[in-house]
Structures are given as structure tokens and as C-alpha cells.
């Protein structure tokens, strides 16, 4: 493919990158059975944040966030190295934002600003992804598992479930 093929199909870098942020997602993050309707809805997206918070099987959070602070933080950026990790956001973004409308077409979710409530996601699974790449007690997982529970809740009615252990074994 030439230069300038690409630039027709792609006319700025930015379209470029978000290309292929797309095929690199589409290709490597599992995203189960997200158009069954047999899960609940609320399960569903759960199902989906925790693939995000681990893609694979031997996914390591620490070695993910080294990389990530090494490429991204350590050194000045570039407008490429800036543009390529809000490509990365901006898919994440996407991917929430496209599973959210289709429960909300499903009557699943209530109407909303699907946008901003996959922007909130996507800080709830940065700010775990990070602590999961930190030292922690053994209870970590299960406190995970809340505080997506909570911002899950948050998203579907605009109130949470906090303070309700029922789903704790200490």
C-alpha cells in the first residue's frame, strides 16, 4: 500500500492510529458473549470491564504499567507518542460507550449520555488497573470486584450498591 493510498483513506494521522488502535482491540481483547441477552445487562458490562483490566490469561497489570509508564511518562512525548496513547483511551472509550447504547437499544439500560458514562468507566478500570500493578492485601480481587460492581451500579441508575459486603467472603 502506497503513501498515498493511505492518506486517501486515512487523511490525518489521527484517523490513521485510530485505525489500527481498532484492529489491534479487535484482534486481542476478548469480549465474550456481549450481544446474548441470557446474562443480565449489568453482568454483561462487568464481563467486559474485567477483560479490560485483563486481556489475557497471564496478563501482568505491573509489567503492563512499567511499559506504559516507560513510554508515556518517563520521557517528554511527542505529539505521535501523545496521539497514540489517546488513540488507546479514545478505543476503550468506544468499545464502552458502543456496548452501553446497545443495552440501552436493548431497553436494558436507561437513556443517557452513554459517552460520559464510558468515560467514568474507563477511570474506575485505570484507577484498578494501577492498583492491581501495586503491592496489596489478599482481599484486592474482591474490593476490585465491588468498586466495578458499584460504578456498574452507578452507570444503570445513578446509585450504588457501597457498603453492601453480601458478595464478601473475609
Do not use: C
Request: hydrophobic letters at 40%; proline letters at 6%; a negative charge.
Amino acid at each position: 500500500m502506497s503513501v498515498g493510498s493511505l492518506r486517501h483513506h486515512f487523511p490525518t494521522q489521527r484517523e490513521l492510529i485510530n485505525a489500527v488502535m481498532k484492529l489491534v482491540y479487535d484482534f486481542s481483547l476478548r469480549t465474550g458473549d456481549l450481544d446474548g441477552t441470557a446474562a443480565p445487562a449489568r453482568d454483561r458490562v462487568m464481563a467486559y470491564l474485567h477483560t479490560i483490566l485483563a486481556p489475557t490469561d497471564n496478563f501482568d497489570a505491573a509489567e503492563a504499567w512499567r511499559q506504559t509508564f516507560t513510554r508515556y511518562v518517563e520521557t517528554p512525548l511527542s505529539p505521535e507518542t501523545r496521539e497514540e496513547y489517546l488513540a488507546v483511551e479514545r478505543e476503550i472509550a468506544r468499545r464502552i460507550e458502543h456496548l452501553l447504547t446497545r443495552l440501552e437499544d436493548e431497553g436494558a439500560l436507561p437513556p443517557g449520555d452513554n459517552l460520559r458514562r464510558a468515560t467514568f468507566l474507563v477511570t474506575v478500570v485505570t484507577g484498578i488497573s494501577i492498583a492491581q500493578a501495586l503491592p496489596s492485601e489478599p482481599t484486592r480481587p474482591l474490593d476490585d470486584a465491588e468498586t466495578l460492581r458499584i460504578a456498574v451500579d452507578w452507570v444503570f441508575d445513578g446509585t450504588t450498591t457501597a457498603g453492601n459486603t453480601s458478595a464478601r467472603t473475609e
